[in-house]
């Protein structure tokens, strides 16, 4: 069955960086378009980033723009997002989701969740 495994979530100060990984399984991940998404207390879930079959399009949403890489490793159905200089609006669950449509697009019913890995900032 479908499953995304998130991990690499945890608790850093301003400025750090954490590398969240999403393991996929019975599907494979290279064929699909996926996304990372976060969702902050109280808020919605949002798009973060997101890559297109064949890494043809990436896309970076603004609020990490410049600070984040989403990358993935078809050999092991991982997927990656690479984020630096982290501030207090990163703090949020953040879940990998797929597939997608294309890159960008939001979620569909089809979409696939993984149960999410907690980021917190703070000094």
């Known amino acids: 069955q479908v499953q995304l495994v998130e991990s690499g979530g945890g608790l850093v100060q301003p400025g750090g960086s954490l590398k969240l990984a999403c393991a996929a399984s019975?599907?494979?991940?290279?064929?699909?378009?996926i996304g990372w998404f976060r969702q902050a207390p109280g808020k919605a879930r949002v798009g973060v980033a997101c890559?297109?079959?064949?890494?043809?399009?990436?896309y970076i949403s603004s609020s990490v723009r410049g600070r984040a890489t989403i990358s993935r490793d078809n050999a092991k159905n991982m997927l990656y997002l690479q984020m630096d200089s982290l501030n207090a609006e990163d703090t949020a669950v953040y879940y990998c989701?797929?597939?997608?449509?294309?890159?960008?697009?939001?979620?569909?019913?089809?979409?696939?969740w993984g149960q999410g890995t907690q980021v917190t900032v703070s000094s």
């Open positions: 890559i297109s079959p064949n890494d043809g399009n990436i």
């Open positions: 019975g599907f494979t991940l290279a064929d699909y378009a």
């Open positions: 989701g797929a597939p997608l449509p294309r890159c960008p697009s939001p979620p569909t019913s089809n979409t696939k």
